[in-house]
């Protein structure tokens, strides 16, 4: 007797939310099923993957292949464009490490010159990303969600310190979207969502970012927390665990030590640029089978292989 | 003249006035002339919020008049002020629209309209700046101030009462030359906008509340009911309107507290009908920031606080020498205490703090000295059961301090205030500005005021220490009294899950969490103060098995907090379906076949168990949220518990616990055999470490043989 495949496909699915405007924009969520079983039901929504682009420009010593793609650029926006070019790109991140009052401190107005510089370098759909410094976070979030009105960017992170002021100013005033984080704990992850619908914010301005760690950093949290909010999602109908799950992936890879030793100090590691994605693509892939519906990397390369890998699947 | 007459009255004037503007400035300008406030995107607010109309010329203005007419009805009912108020404030747009119809700057020529001396109009980004803070309540609510107080000076104590508790304040009319005279910084970056020069004005205020609606409540045009609910719940604002009150503000107070917010007064005049908690009616004007807090239900965080010293958890380990130590406050050789009582909240007045008795000045360096810490709360919702919970946190408050070693509890505490703090200017009176700051701000859900006396007076405190006992023993009483029958419902607790994640504890007044660390008290505390946060209410209503400790109720719980990994827990056994442990589990009881009991180690004993094994290697068949019938993590206070292990006979299964642990619940657990069995000093029986040799079960049977041990001659466990 043949072997006959029963598709599990549950009776909730995970909430649709949009970014972006026009012909780009971008559906995540609506699966009924457990994470690219594309076999029990064909994807509603391919998980999308995003590139990241810093205002302060990469450290490109020993990625040669990432400085020769962005060669030539002299501005921001050009780095936007660029990486809004890369094959199998669906949206772009926009990060604003220079905001940090630790660093380079730039002013919430600078923020905004170059926030406006990025969004007429490209019509993907924007997603912001602070500095990571609740305070001024929220300053450069109220802001750029005024001056980003009409491009329905989504804005990384709504911590429990900050949700009201970014919940309010970007979601609510603005109708943008908000991606809520917590730090690898399906309650307060839940509980975040919870807030942030009774301060007002829509279940469907609200995108999961529910922390993550590069593959061999305690990833395996990470794998657990996002199968038990998939579980709760689809197979209990949690509404308030149903939002879509995006994950910063290239903020953890990029910092750990497989993607900073130069090949001189570690030359049985073998090439710099080759570890450095095979960091990003490890833990991608991993976030994705995990429940991810979105993904940020860094690397071209990275970002075809994953997108490739998507589309193979689909 | 009633009240509803008045309403009609100045609802009825404020529509001429606003029939006659529009009249003149269409001879003026023609009825196809422009009208629009500018900056907005919502037309004329008011009028789109409550008719949905949107009006950009003359001629629309005109027929807008008629909606407007029609919602001043009169029929003598609550509903008829409540639309003419409304509709009063519509009224009053249409004359603020024609003035700006006929001038696009009738309130000055500056392009900042902080510049000019009534601001006017309100911008939609000036609504979104003001908004944003309002959603989040970092501006906790505003005041709309109308017309003259009785002095300059009350009028500038008032503005900067509400300006320091982060109230956002609005001026209309008369008040707004007393604060000129007396020099008071104004504008929206400071948070006190003077409108306009009389109360038509008022409606930019109502503008700018509707389109807050619009922005942040996605209220849609002409929902009336809705808007109205939105501003109520949402828009923490209210008036404050001085004496003579004209007919026309008293119609447009109708209106505000249609919209929920509340008036408060010293008009007597025609004030014959009352609002509880919405017009309030006080004559004394220097009452009237706390009534108006009261009465909108603002509570102000605290933010900063008046200390010399840093707090910060960096100096919670803190320890002070006796050399380095200005005083001590020692209640193992003097009269010393904490105490938290609840009072009514018209009792107390926030923010006292009172000191009986001498300055830690006044005491000579390396003074043993009497101290009694007494803090008075207050609130709608706060219960005396609280009362435990934020008086055990006064340790961890204290002992934050920089150069301040605090310990213990109740009357036995330890307090040593170093030199180095009293050098920087710590004295008594500090104590009470940190614990007012920490219990307003940690307790804000439940704490409306606060108050603390602190006293030094050695008799007072002798007096007081005896009274405080008589209240530690009541608490104890009722904490003893409590079961699991006498309460309507458990809670659950789930703070653990971040590394257990399929743990559940369902906390009962019986059976504390397993960490020893939240009691059933501390339970409904936390719930009542963080109603998302771990501990969630478990009705007990639909009873499976009392005996075992099953509920319907506590299943489904179990089975939604686990996130679908556990189905069923019975409360009182250990061989079915025991509560599951995280792994911080103050105690493990496991079965011990050959005595048919089991015996008890807590964490802290290194040795072998009688089952041949020790704490940590019964741990790891214990934790991780799994569940392993004969094994069990519980707390301590659980072993003298009647419920404990009940399903299997109770307390009198108990065989074997480490000397330490045994004396530390000897005294409850041997009247808790009295009780059940009837047997004295049934500790005597269960062996330990001294008593037979590690890891021996032969020899513990022959010990409890000899003392006639009742587990031997019970049913099997298993």
Redesign the interface.
């Known amino acids: 007797m043949g072997f006959t495949a029963k598709a599990q496909v549950y009776n909730a699915a995970i909430q649709e939310t949009v970014l972006g405007v026009g012909d780009k924009a971008l559906t995540l969520g609506g699966a009924r099923t457990q994470p690219l079983c594309s076999f029990d039901e064909t994807w509603k929504n391919a998980p999308a993957v995003g590139v990241e682009v810093s205002d302060i420009p990469f450290e490109t010593e020993g990625f040669p292949v990432l400085a020769e793609y962005y060669a030539g650029c002299e501005s921001f926006g050009d780095r936007v464009k660029r990486a809004s070019e890369m094959e199998g790109a669906k949206f772009v991140c926009l990060h604003f490490e220079g905001a940090d009052p630790g660093g380079e401190n730039k002013s919430v107005e600078d923020i905004v010159a170059l926030a406006k510089e990025a969004a007429a370098a490209t019509d993907l759909p924007l997603v912001i990303t602070g500095c990571k410094n609740v305070e001024k976070d929220q300053a450069i979030f109220?802001a750029v969600s005024?001056a980003l009105s009409d491009r329905n960017p989504l804005f990384m992170s709504a911590r429990e310190e900050d949700y009201?002021?970014i919940?309010?100013?970007c979601a609510?005033?603005n109708g943008h979207k908000v991606g809520a984080e917590s730090a690898?704990?399906?309650?307060?992850a839940k509980?975040l969502n919870?807030?942030m619908t009774?301060?007002?914010v829509?279940p469907t301005s609200i995108v999961m970012n529910l922390g993550s760690a590069a593959a061999g950093y305690g990833f395996e949290y990470v794998a657990?927390?996002m199968d038990?909010v998939k579980?709760?999602a689809l197979?209990?109908n949690d509404t308030m665990l149903q939002m879509p799950v995006i994950t910063p992936v290239a903020l953890e890879t990029w910092s750990v030590k497989e993607s900073i030793m130069s090949q001189a100090e570690m030359p049985e590691w073998g090439d710099k640029e080759e570890r450095a994605v095979d960091m990003e693509v490890v833990t991608a892939s991993a976030c994705l089978t995990s429940g991810s519906d979105a993904v940020i990397l860094r690397h071209p390369t990275s970002v075809k292989t994953i997108a490739a890998m998507l589309a193979a699947l689909a | 003249m009633g009240l509803f007459d008045v309403v009609y009255h100045g609802s009825d004037e404020m529509y001429f006035k606003a029939e006659a503007a529009v009249k003149e400035t269409i001879e003026k300008i023609g009825e196809n002339a422009p009208v629009s406030f500018g900056n907005t995107a919502y037309y004329l607010a008011c009028i789109k919020a409550y008719t949905a109309l949107e009006v950009t010329n003359m001629a629309q203005l005109r027929d807008a008049l008629v909606p407007i007419r029609a919602m001043m009805t009169r029929n003598n009912r609550t509903a008829d002020i409540f639309h003419s108020g409304i509709a009063t404030a519509m009224a009053a747009e249409v004359i603020e629209a024609c003035k700006y119809a006929v001038n696009p700057k009738p309130y000055g020529e500056a392009d900042n309209p902080n510049d000019n001396k009534y601001h006017g109009h309100m911008t939609d980004?000036e609504v979104?700046e003001l908004?944003?803070?309002l959603?989040?309540?970092?501006i906790p609510g505003f005041v709309v101030l109308i017309d003259e107080a009785p002095t300059d000076e009350q009028a500038v104590a008032l503005i900067k009462g509400y300006q320091s508790r982060g109230i956002f304040v609005f001026l209309l009319g008369g008040i707004i030359d007393q604060a000129v005279r007396k020099g008071v910084k104004m504008g929206f970056p400071v948070r006190v906008v003077p409108v306009g020069p009389d109360i038509i004005a008022v409606s930019h205020i109502i503008s700018l509340v509707v389109r807050a609606a619009f922005?942040?409540?996605?209220i849609q045009p002409g929902d009336y009911v809705n808007m109205n609910t939105y501003t109520m719940d949402?828009i923490f604002a209210f008036v404050n309107a001085f004496t003579p009150v004209s007919d026309i503000t008293v119609a447009c107070g109708a209106g505000a507290i249609a919209m929920g917010f509340p008036v408060i007064t010293n008009e007597t005049k025609d004030m014959n009908w009352r609002v509880p908690k919405s017009l309030i009616i006080n004559e004394d004007v220097d009452q009237w920031i706390d009534c108006s807090l009261e009465a909108r239900g603002i509570k102000i965080k605290v933010t900063e606080m008046d200390i010399p010293i840093a707090c910060s958890s960096a100096f919670e380990g803190e320890i002070i020498r006796k050399g380095d130590m200005q005083l001590e406050a020692d209640g193992s050789r003097k009269d010393c205490l904490e105490l938290v009582r609840t009072k009514d909240v018209h009792e107390i007045e926030d923010h006292k703090i009172t000191l009986v008795g001498k300055d830690i000045d006044e005491f000579g360096v390396g003074e043993k000295i009497c101290m009694a810490t007494i803090v008075e709360v207050g609130g709608v919702k706060m219960q005396p059961d609280f009362e435990p919970v934020m008086e055990r946190k006064i340790h961890s408050f204290i002992n934050c301090l920089e150069g301040i070693m605090h310990t213990g509890q109740r009357d036995l505490i330890r307090i040593r205030v170093s030199k180095a703090a009293f050098e920087a200017g710590f004295r008594m009176k500090h104590f009470g500005e940190l614990l007012y700051a920490k219990i307003k701000n940690e307790y804000d859900a439940v704490v409306d005021k606060c108050q603390v006396t602190i006293y030094t007076e050695p008799e007072k405190v002798h007096e007081l220490r005896v009274e405080a006992n008589k209240i530690y023993d009541a608490r104890d009483a009722r904490v003893s009294k409590l079961t699991d029958e006498s309460v309507d419902v458990f809670y659950t607790c789930?703070l653990c899950?971040?590394f257990s994640?399929s743990h559940v504890c369902i906390i009962t007044p019986e059976r504390l969490g397993l960490c020893g660390a939240v009691s059933w008290m501390d339970a409904k505390a936390t719930n009542q103060l963080d109603p998302?946060?771990?501990c969630q209410i478990v009705p007990k209503e639909r009873v499976i098995d009392e005996n075992i400790g099953i509920w319907e109720d506590v299943n489904e719980a179990v089975n939604?907090y686990s996130?679908?990994a556990l189905e069923q827990v019975s409360l009182y056994s250990i061989m079915m379906d025991p509560m599951t442990s995280c792994g911080c589990f103050e105690c493990i009881c496991g079965i011990e076949p050959f005595s048919n009991g089991v015996v008890i180690v807590n964490r802290e004993h290194t040795g072998l168990t009688p089952l041949g094994m020790s704490f940590s290697e019964l741990a790891s068949q214990t934790g991780g949220g799994v569940q392993t019938p004969g094994f069990m993590g519980h707390g301590r206070h659980f072993i003298p518990s009647k419920k404990f292990m009940k399903a299997e006979g109770g307390v009198q299964r108990i065989v074997w616990m480490p000397k330490a642990l045994k004396d530390s619940v000897a005294e409850r657990l041997n009247a808790t055999a009295k009780e059940l069995y009837g047997i004295d000093s049934f500790v005597d029986m269960i062996a330990d470490e001294t008593l037979t040799p590690e890891g021996d079960p032969e020899a513990l049977v022959e010990f409890l043989t000899e003392k006639g041990h009742p587990a031997l001659g019970l049913e099997p466990m298993m």
């Open positions: 109220t005024d009201k002021t919940g309010a100013a609510m005033a690898v704990d399906i309650n307060l509980q919870v807030l009774q301060l007002g829509a657990s927390t038990r579980a709760a197979e209990q | 980004a979104r908004g944003v803070p959603v989040t309540r970092d922005i942040f409540g996605n949402r789930i899950q971040s994640p998302n946060g771990p939604k996130h679908g």
